[in-house]
């Protein structure tokens, strides 16, 4: 049964910094690029940052470069999210999903609820 | 960014009558392999966003055959042939071949 378990949310004051983790079973991890994605209390879906197979290739929405870094484990299937600096727009449910685009089946976690707040 | 920009954004909906949700990219989705990269997702009410047509009109494993998917270059459709009960919930559309990747605005599909 492939899954992917998001790990680390929880409520950090502003300025502060928290690190997401997501554990991937079930298909082969180091096959696929993977992706974060998140979505604001009622809001709609936002890709956050994308990895490539081997984790050379990254990349991130504006708003949070320079701030987030996307990174994975292949030897460990698990992708990671360092969060610093975060901010109140920062806060909603976190994602991780695999991020193909074509006939391979597209899985997403269950969710990591990132709260921003003093 | 590409803005992708669905209607309606709410769409009150009859068991067994069909139903339309449209999408447009304010650029082509048509990537250099001849692919068109655009996907429509359901998020059904406190459940993760699942992936229903990849490339404008492929269904992914396990969708019924009452979800299509339609159109080319900026305009594209998803159309739900007879409503069920879970098909309740919101319904997006998203382009991956600009970075970053966008999703429209969403569509909630509710019982009248």
């Known amino acids: 049964e492939v899954q992917l378990v998001e790990s680390g949310g929880d409520l950090v004051q502003p300025g502060g910094s928290l690190r997401l983790s997501c554990a991937a079973s079930?298909?082969?991890?180091?096959?696929?690029?993977m992706r974060w994605v998140r979505q604001a209390p009622g809001k709609g879906l936002e890709s956050v940052a994308n990895?490539?197979?081997?984790?050379?290739?990254?990349y991130y929405v504006a708003s949070v470069k320079g701030r987030f870094t996307i990174s994975r484990d292949n030897a460990k299937n698990s992708l990671y999210l360092q969060m610093n600096s975060l901010r109140a727009e920062d806060t909603a449910v976190y994602y991780c999903?695999?991020?193909?685009?074509?006939?391979?089946?597209?899985?997403w976690g269950q969710g990591t609820l990132v709260t921003v707040s003093s | 960014d590409v803005v992708m920009t669905q209607s309606p954004l709410s769409l009150p909906v009859t068991l067994g009558q069909p139903a339309s949700i449209s999408c447009r990219s304010s650029?082509?989705?048509?990537?250099?392999?001849?692919?068109?990269?655009l996907s429509w997702f359901q998020q059904r009410p406190g459940q993760s966003p699942r992936r229903l047509i990849y490339?404008?009109?492929y269904r992914d494993s396990g969708v019924p055959d009452r979800f299509s998917g339609s159109g080319s270059g900026t305009d594209f459709t998803l159309e739900i042939s007879r409503v069920e009960a879970d098909d309740v919930g919101v319904y997006y559309c998203?382009?991956?071949?600009?970075?970053?990747?966008?999703f429209g605005q969403g569509t909630k599909v509710e019982f009248k």
């Open positions: 079930g298909f082969t991890f180091s096959s696929y690029w």
């Open positions: 990895i490539g197979v081997d984790g050379g290739d990254k």
């Open positions: 999903a695999t991020a193909n685009r074509g006939s391979s089946p597209q899985y």
């Open positions: 490339k404008v009109s």
């Open positions: 650029q082509s989705l048509v990537h250099g392999d001849g692919n068109t990269y």
């Open positions: 998203a382009q991956a071949i600009h970075w970053p990747w966008t």
